[in-house]
DNA sequence: TAGATTGTTAATCGATTAACAATC
DNA sequence: TAGATTGTTAATCGATTAACAATC
């Protein structure tokens, strides 16, 4: 299935994003060029770290010269993905589901919100950014008629688990789970969480136990 | 500053929610006593490490019998510090500020809202769960005011790098960022960010290159 | 007691950092 | 060319896993 040659290690993959958004800042800001030891003070993470991590992807710098911004920032959108289009469906149009869905930027890096479900009737036909809000019970059948690549699950845990199961079974390869629960969904298919009350408690312990970095 | 005698590594901090959660669960279906094994199972890591990871904070398991999945539950919320009560303020009233405010179960756990904020004056005066929404410029001297434990960011990150600056200097100790951005604060303060766009961005990744887990 | 399972030490694996030759 | 900085190999550091003696 399409296995890349090197595997590349998950710790690099959760720093990509960060690259992009510094470099992405620094577009911004109007600069040119900038060397790995320059971003290192910046990022403050090592020079090393930043070479080893572009390097996993290609030699993107030039020796006495250093990385120029643009065309890296293009080739981490490559990377991550982001010149492509990702159809997105909400599924809760609660507090959480109208925050991501109102995060304009989402669309500017190719992250379509293609519908937005809940299981409230009252809200189905209310719209949200100009999207409809149908009832839960559509879902599936909207599945089998759109391509949807990833599902953003803002609901109670239970219900989240019930619906990424149905869903996964449909063939979505991707969900975005903010539900307090990890899903029950096959191998393959992509699970990212965002546990705020998990994040919440690692605040709560460092400020017992005094800071630490990550 | 009572520095712990021996560093609890950041990898182990980061496990120790998801511990508390699954032994929440495991109480909620009235199970008493759990092996290394069986947990391991359960929660897909391997028995080793949960023997590891516990034993950084001392010996909570029995030969022969295993964990009291009570005490390890309530153990392990003394060590996340949930324990005490921590006080929370939230800047920023629009749809993630709401999401935060309105989720009942950190109240559960400790973690008393004390303050909403906003720069928008037209909410200045509605109420989010019997909590009145204050104007952004109230901050400061609420802060002189109140002992306050951690600040949920959810503006712009332009003025959450400010807000943060400024809050630090009036001695905060702990921020729990959703802007996109990296808070310019000093060393000791805590910084718990939570980037969506960075989470979405790694869903993006995973679908171009194959899954991998974490 | 015998069996089970921990606590803990040792071995392995992987990720980060350092170093430097290649090269722009 | 000389200077700068990469790409990449080697060394180090830390985290995970395996193994097993201690002990309930």
New binding site residues.
Partial sequence: MAEKENKI????IK?LPRYYRHLGELIEMGVER??????SVRMK???????????NF??????????NVKILYMEIAKILGLDKKHSVVIIGAGNLGRAIANYANFEKRGFIIEGIFDINPKLKGSTIRGIEVRNLEEIEDFAKEHAIDIVALTIPKTQAVDVAERLARLGVKAFWNFAHTDLNVPEDVIVESVHLSESLMRISYMLENGSSMD
């Fill in positions: 290690s998950n710790a690099v720093r900038i060397s790995s030891n320059e971003l993470v090592t020079a090393s770290q930043i070479r080893q991590d572009l390097n290609g030699g993107f710098g030039q020796q006495g010269y250093g990385y």
